[in-house]
């Protein structure tokens, strides 16, 4: 055992639930909703891991103190935009601790929509529904351990569990057959999903990174996700899956100069006709009105859409 070596290693804490409230003059309040992960990294931890040496980890229940005392002590508008708020986390653990080689952090936002009576919004009162997951995850890295003066920064945001519906313009023929296929062509078919997407930016300018619009592109992603799958005519006339992904990734792309790249994974949720031929009703191709949902098997389709100068394709 002791001739083994460690290829890898972090540590943490995991499920930190902290809540910011930012309060207006007016009575107009602000509510962050965030679970955090943090992790450390470093050459100079390996002895907790071999010898049972912690004289130099920081215990996770300090990075949970940090987490809160960042909430506190930070400017509001470091705290409210979920992607500022982990590479300050993220930045204060490297730049604190010499032996920190690398700071990796995960937020993910619990939304809550402001409530609305007549057409005017509640000051102070938030419900929550059931939609999408905003999240983050900021790795901090030192170029030249143990120096704090150069870092480099990769983020990562985007949103899991938007769930997607259309009940036509979308197919799925002319693909590969053999033995094996079953499937009919399916010249038109409901089309269900669960996006997961997200998208990266590298830089080593922390302070320039951090002034990106990310509540604005996180709109925006959204927003090019749903009008790609809804009213894109490229999408209806290639009407695959791949090919709504394809463009939702492009769209984002276009949009937004500062992400590098943008990845998706859409589980294709089957909604097959239901055959009532033995009822001696018509319910398939053009009949169908009928459909059972499969929740799995499902279809999976995922890619990584980046720059022409990054990419293949």
Same mark, same amino acid.
């Given at each position: ?6 290829? $890898? ?16 003059p ?14 450390? $990294?470093g ?5 907790? *891991? ?18 809160? *005392? @960042? ?8 705290? &409210? ?16 601790? !010499? ?13 809550w ?15 929550? =529904?059931?939609? =999408? ?16 003066? +150069? ?5 990562t945001?985007?949103? *899991?569990? @938007? =769930? ?15 033995? @094996? ?16 997407? #997200? ?7 922390l302070?320039?990174?951090?002034? #990106? ?7 925006? !992603? ?5 009008? +790609?799958? !809804?009213n ?6 290639? !009407? +695959? ?34 055959? &009532? ?7 398939? #191709? $053009?009949d169908?009105?009928?459909? &059972? ?15 022409? +100068?990054?990419?293949?394709?």
């Open positions: 055992m002791e001739n083994s070596v460690i290829k $890898s290693q972090a540590y943490g804490k995991d499920l930190v639930r902290v809540v910011r409230v930012v309060r207006h007016d009575g107009w309040q602000e509510i962050a909703d965030y679970t955090v992960r943090c992790l450390l $990294s050459e100079e931890f390996g002895p907790s *891991y071999t010898k049972g040496d912690n004289k130099l980890v920081v215990a996770t229940d300090s990075q949970k103190n940090t987490v809160f *005392y @960042l909430a506190k002590t930070l400017p509001a508008e470091k705290v &409210m935009v979920p992607e500022v708020f982990a590479t300050e986390i993220a930045s204060f653990m490297v730049n604190k601790y !010499a032996h920190v080689t690398t700071c990796h952090v995960k937020i993910t936002t619990k939304p929509e402001r409530m609305r009576f007549d057409n005017k919004s509640h000051p102070h009162s938030f419900y929550r =529904e059931g939609k =999408e997951s905003r999240w983050t995850e900021a790795v901090i890295t030192k170029n030249s351990p143990p120096s704090a003066s +150069s870092l480099t920064t990769a983020l945001s985007g949103f *899991y569990d @938007l =769930e997607v519906l259309k009940t036509t313009n979308s197919s799925f023929v002319d693909f590969w057959r053999d033995e @094996l296929a079953t499937l009919p062509d399916m010249p038109d078919r409901v089309l269900s999903t669960r996006v997961l997407c #997200q998208w990266k930016f590298v830089s080593t300018d302070a320039k990174l951090q002034q #990106q619009p990310f509540d604005a592109i996180y709109a925006g !992603a959204k927003r090019n996700t749903l009008d +790609s799958f !809804a894109d005519p490229r999408a209806w006339v290639h !009407a +695959s899956v791949q090919t709504t992904l394809y463009i939702m990734a492009d769209r984002i792309l276009n949009d937004f100069a500062a992400v590098d790249d943008v990845y998706y994974a859409l589980p294709n949720i089957h909604y097959f006709p239901f055959d &009532m031929s033995k009822f001696g009703l018509k319910n398939l #191709q $053009s169908a009105e009928v459909y &059972m949902p499969l929740a799995d098997p499902s279809g999976y389709i995922t890619a990584t859409i980046s720059r022409p +100068s990054k990419g293949k394709y």
